[in-house]
C-alpha cells in the first residue's frame, strides 16, 4: 500500500514536471524571455557536454553551444513537444560540431598515436576518467559523437541512428569498433586496472 | 552494463558550462532581438508587398475596376450635360438673334411704309399747288 503510495506520488511529480516542461515551452514559444532562459537552464548541461566530449575545448564547446541555443530560439514555433526539444537539441548540437570539425580541421590523433597516461594507485579513478575522456576526443568525428550520445546521453543505438540519420548497423559498428579501442588504450596505459 | 561501460559513462557525465552561460545567451538573445526590431518598422512594406499578392490582389483589382468605371462614367456625364447646356445656350442665342431680326424687319417694313406715305403727300400737296397756280 505504501509503496503504491510512492509509485503514484512519483508518477504525479513526474507528470507534473511534464507539465511545467510543457508550459515553459509554450511560455517560451509566446515570446517569454524568462521561460526561454528557463529552458536553456534546463538543457545547457546536455547541449554543453556534448560539445565540449566532441571538441575538449571549454571556450569552443561554450560558443557551440550558445549557437545550438540561438539557433533554438529562432525555431522555437517548429518545437513541438519537451521531447521533441530533447532530440532537436541532441541533433543540432551533434550537427553543429561535426560542422565546426569540418570546418576549423580538428586534427584527430589516431588512436595509437594519443599520448598515454600514466596512472599511479592514488590517482587511478580520476585517471581514468581523465584518460578515457582523453581517448574519446581521438576519434574520429562520427565515432566520438555516437560514443558521447550513448554514454553522456544513454541513448540507445535506435536512438542515435535516428538522431544523426544514419544506418543502425553503421551506429552499432561504430560502438563496437570505438569500445574496442577504447579498452585496448585504457588497458594498455593503465594495465593493473582490470576493466 | 559492465563495469567499463560504467567508466565511460561516470567519464562523459553531463558538466555544467560557466556559471554566466545562461545570462550570455540571453544577452545574445536580446541583441538579436534589437536587430530583427527595424525589420519589423518595414513590415508594411511586406504587407503591402502582400496585398498584392493573388488572393488579395483580386479584390484590390476589382475595387480599382470599381472606382475606375464610376470616375469614367461621371466623366462621360459631365461630358454630355455641358454639350447639352452649350447646345441650348447657342440655340437660345439664335432664337434672340431671329427675334432682333424679326422686330428690325418689323421696324423696317414699317419706315418704308411710312415714308412712302409722307411722299404720296408731299406728291399730292405738290400737284395741287400747280393746279392753284393755273388758275
Known amino acids: ?86 532530440f532537436w537539441l541532441r541533433r543540432v548540437t551533434g550537427h553543429r560540431c561535426i560542422d565546426h570539425a569540418r570546418k576549423h580541421k580538428v586534427k584527430t590523433v589516431s588512436v595509437e598515436d594519443a599520448p598515454e597516461p600514466v596512472a599511479t594507485t592514488d590517482f587511478r579513478d580520476s585517471l581514468m576518467t581523465e584518460a578515457l575522456r582523453r581517448i574519446v576526443a581521438t576519434l574520429p568525428e562520427k565515432p566520438r559523437l555516437v560514443v558521447t550520445l550513448r554514454y553522456q546521453e544513454d541513448l540507445d543505438p535506435t536512438e542515435i541512428a535516428k538522431l544523426l540519420d544514419m544506418p543502425l548497423n553503421t551506429v552499432k559498428s561504430h560502438l563496437r569498433r570505438s569500445l574496442a579501442i577504447l579498452r ?3 588497458t594498455r596505459s593503465m594495465g593493473e586496472i582490470k576493466v | 552494463m559492465n563495469r567499463f561501460d560504467e567508466e565511460l559513462k561516470l567519464a562523459l557525465r553531463r558538466e555544467e558550462p560557466s556559471p554566466d552561460f545562461t545570462d550570455r545567451v540571453m544577452a545574445r538573445v536580446a541583441e538579436l532581438q534589437k536587430r530583427e526590431k527595424p525589420r519589423e518598422k518595414t513590415g508594411w512594406l511586406r504587407r503591402l508587398a502582400e496585398f498584392f499578392q493573388p488572393a488579395q490582389m483580386k479584390w484590390a483589382t476589382a475595387g480599382a475596376m470599381a472606382v475606375l468605371l464610376v470616375i469614367a462614367g461621371f466623366g462621360v456625364h459631365h461630358r454630355r450635360e455641358s454639350e447639352r447646356k452649350r447646345l441650348a445656350e447657342i440655340a437660345e442665342g439664335e432664337r434672340a438673334k431671329e427675334q432682333v431680326m424679326l422686330a428690325m424687319r418689323i421696324a423696317s417694313a414699317k419706315l418704308n411704309a411710312a415714308q412712302k406715305k409722307v411722299r404720296e403727300i408731299a406728291v399730292h400737296e405738290d400737284r395741287g399747288s400747280k393746279i392753284e397756280d393755273r388758275r
Open chain 1, 1 to 86: 500500500m505504501a509503496s503504491e503510495t510512492l509509485e503514484d506520488q512519483l508518477i504525479e511529480r513526474k507528470e507534473g514536471g511534464m507539465q511545467r516542461a510543457d508550459d515553459t515551452l509554450s511560455r517560451a514559444k509566446d515570446g517569454d524571455q524568462t521561460a526561454f532562459a528557463d529552458l536553456v537552464r534546463e538543457h545547457q548541461a546536455m547541449v554543453f557536454s556534448i560539445a565540449h566530449y566532441f571538441s575538449r575545448d571549454r571556450a569552443t564547446s561554450e560558443d557551440l553551444a550558445q549557437e545550438v541555443f540561438i539557433h533554438l530560439y529562432q525555431n522555437l514555433a517548429a518545437i513541438e513537444s519537451p521531447a521533441h526539444l530533447k
Open chain 1, 184 to 186: 585496448e588504450k585504457v
